[in-house]
């Protein structure tokens, strides 16, 4: 705390503590701030307001009931967390997964990579202050992507859809078909989008050169995902760790090797979208036929002993599980390595010197959801 | 995806509510100003009855003379205070419609006929919440703030008011001969309001929710005044009456066309229709030729740029997005007002609305010809229009000279202001609060003092050398 008196005239610096309850910490983060006027100069993040026992539930209930709760550690991505935990137990079992599976498990998940995207480029600009504009635009495309996993899946977010040995459901024809016709369409939308964003004067002027993440201070921090690849560090599990089907399909590893600042991050993700949707006409074209499911799914599943670990890339970053199974119908041991906690770590030497205003910026950015970081 | 149903009912409800509106603030106006002194100052049932009972002598008949006065004299402020609340809560309503035209939602569409009613369920339910002061809060500030931030909305609006009625004898009183600058005066006593809102909040996010207010106003009035104060060179006075009046007599004669550096042009194309002296007229009007003309066209890109720097300015002024720094909901939770509550909150909200409309009705008055009819009258007359006019004034005689209830110019005047009024909000103001992100505190200083405040100045200097070559409102 730094006090200076010049002439009888005391300034001081002031804490502020943002959230838990704030109209745009994504839930319930809490940020001590440290301002001097309007600049921040010291941050803090305190995590576990959201903190739900996910690892010690799941040790506490069988492998059938854990799989339809572990959607709920990341809602906006659930497809990869029950990717992450089937691609361990299937480890740790040694049963073959068929391809058809694999295939529509690719296929979801980066629908999934779509629709979370879609929520954070709407929240972003509501972060910004586009309050009431543009932000509910992206929101009629993920709407449809929602109705297509509602009718595979049964629900909307909480999809328990991966299962352990396959995934749970065939689509019919006509899903296919009509994720054809989105996928035809996407790409015009990401261009409307972007022909309201991306060039906004206001919008570079409040993204360009602030929040800059450099490649030392990216890997110090074990940041992943889009906010990584942004700064130009070519880490896609997908790539590097190639797992499932990804070997067969032909896209690069995204690196926006500029700056590595806010709107960078921001192009990451809009091409990452479009990558995506590449992706998806590119399975839907090589979707082989046969069987989805190679393990039997009722209250009694259980998993070889052993112990394993899978990562999937989540499109917030590398989303890895941690098993020990004892043979059980319960695991002996869960841990998570979750995208957004090693994310919202870089937050504070990020925020460090910015104006109050940049919080937000900055914050968004780098796509933390908060049951995530908090498990 | 344009919703054709969704415009069609907007529309309907601009319509029904300005009918609404405009049929209220009409109807007091005319029973306080003109029907209760009428009573009062004649000799009839009512009179005598009052006569009866204090007896009749010159004393009680002066009093009631006086009281007669008393009620004209109030007429403009009780217009005011009858048409802020149903004004506000109608701009509230079709600003949520339009917004969610905008962004493909629906808007409020359940309470009463088509969501009509959503405002007042709304009102009624800020009054009915409990008012609380915060811990630690000053009182006395924390509740005289909301009313120093509404008050010149009221007190403010006063002269405009002589201008909108083209005039009209119950509201010359308001006219002052420095009409514009009172206006302006009184449109920059809000900030305090705000500081002391957010100084009294005893909350960190009010604090310094009010200190970027009164940055930001200060920052931003130079240019909107500025912007006016060429208008006003180029009127050749402050009254806002006069300013509205130079206007008349269609589109081209508007401040924001060259501020009368058109109306030669315009007098041209009449004098082509209607037969006269084009050569007279112009070498009237632009004695130095080409150079006059290229002057005019000089003025014009300037008064349609100050026209710009005014709607930057008045966007700053009352805090609307792109500058709604005060309250921006995603850094300082809700600013100055984070701790108001029930019908202080709803104070607040009320003032917000009306200053959105009273700078759209300066922008009206300085800059869209006032209560001007955009079509020239004699392209009116030429297409037959006077022809209506006789069996619609003998239609409405009755009203027009007996019950003194219509006059026909400050009808039409004030028409004209209200829809002129919601066009710019409408269209201005919602679009724009509808697309763009918000400022950064230092980028907003950085654009109002490195680029308005330098550009206005050159516009004014330009205006002042480019005006010698014209002769205007002659």
Known sequence: MATETQEGFKTDEMIINMGPQHPSTHGVLRLILTLDGEVVRHAEAVVGHLHRAQEWQGQNRTWFQYQALIDRVDYLSGMFTSWAMARAAEHIDGCEVPERAEYLRVLVSEMNRISSHLLWLGTYLIDLGALYGFPFYPFVEREKLLALFEEVAGQRMMYNYIRIGGVIRDPKADWFKRLEAFTKEFPKRVDEYEAIVTENPIFLNRTKGIGILTKQVATDWGVTGPSLRASGIPLDLRRTKPYSVYPKLKFDVITYDKDGDTWDRYMARIIEMRQSNEIIKQVLDMLPQGEILSKKQNAGLRIKAGEGFAAVESPRGVLGCYIISNGSDKAVRFKWRNPSFSNLAVLAPLLHGSPIADIMAIFGSIDVIIPDVDR | ?474
Request: net charge neutral; aromatic share 12%.
């Open chain 2, 1 to 474: 995806m344009t919703n054709i149903a969704e415009i069609f009912k907007i529309f309907r409800l601009m319509l029904i509510w300005l009918f609404i509106i405009f049929s209220i603030v009409w109807a007091v106006c005319w029973l306080v100003g003109i029907a209760l002194p009428a009573i009062l100052t004649t000799d009839n049932p009512i009179t005598n009855v009052i006569y009866s009972t204090f007896g009749h002598s010159a004393g009680s008949e002066n009093t009631l003379r006086m009281i007669a006065e008393v009620c004209r004299a109030l007429t403009p402020i009780t217009a005011v205070m009858v048409f802020i609340p149903i004004n506000a809560m109608f701009m509230v309503l079709i600003e949520r419609r339009a917004l969610a035209l905008f962004t493909l939602r629906m808007g409020p569409n359940r309470v009463g006929p088509d969501g009509y009613l959503q405002t007042a369920a709304d009102a009624v339910k800020l009054l009915l919440k409990e008012d609380i002061t915060p811990t630690g809060a000053d009182a006395f500030m924390f509740t005289l703030a909301p009313i120093i931030f509404f008050a010149p909305s009221i007190f403010g609006a006063l002269p405009l008011l002589a201008a909108a009625t083209h005039n009209h004898s119950l509201f010359t009183i308001m006219n002052l001969p420095t009409g514009i600058f009172y206006v302006l005066a009184a449109s920059s006593v809000p900030v305090v309001g705000i500081v002391m809102g957010g100084w009294a909040s005893n909350n960190k996010y009010s604090l310094m929710g009010g200190l970027r207010s009164a940055a930001q106003a200060i920052s931003y009035e130079i240019p909107l005044v500025l912007s006016i104060v060429t208008i006003c060179l180029l009127a050749g006075t402050l009254d806002v009456v006069k300013i509205a009046e130079q206007q008349s007599g269609g589109i081209l004669n508007w401040n924001v066309f060259g501020g009368g550096a058109l109306t030669g042009i315009s007098k041209i194309i009449q004098a082509s229709f209607t037969g006269g002296d084009a050569g007279a007229i112009f070498n009237n009007y632009y004695p130095e030729g080409g150079w006059s003309i290229m002057m005019a066209g000089v003025l014009t890109a300037c008064t349609i740029i100050l026209f710009g720097i005014y709607l930057t300015g008045a966007c700053a002024e009352i805090n609307r997005i792109p500058f709604d720094l005060p309250e921006a909901e995603s850094e300082l939770v809700s600013g100055y007002n984070t701790e108001y509550s029930g019908i202080k909150f709803a104070i607040f909200f009320l003032a917000e609305f009306t200053n959105l409309f009273i700078v759209g009705t300066i922008a009206t008055v300085i800059f869209l010809g006032g209560g001007d009819n955009p079509i020239p009258l004699w392209l009116l007359d030429k297409l037959g229009f006077t022809a209506l006019n006789a069996p619609a004034a003998a239609m409405f005689a009755p009203l027009i000279d007996g019950l003194h209830f219509i006059d026909p110019t400050t009808f039409w005047a004030a028409i004209w202001v209200i829809f002129k009024t919601y066009f710019l909000i409408v269209l201005f103001a919602i679009l724009v609060r509808g697309t763009l992100p918000r400022f950064r505190i230092d980028q907003l200083m950085a654009f109002g003092w490195k680029q308005l405040i330098p550009l206005s100045l050159t516009l004014f200097l330009l205006v002042v050398f480019a005006r010698g070559a014209i002769h205007f409102h002659v």
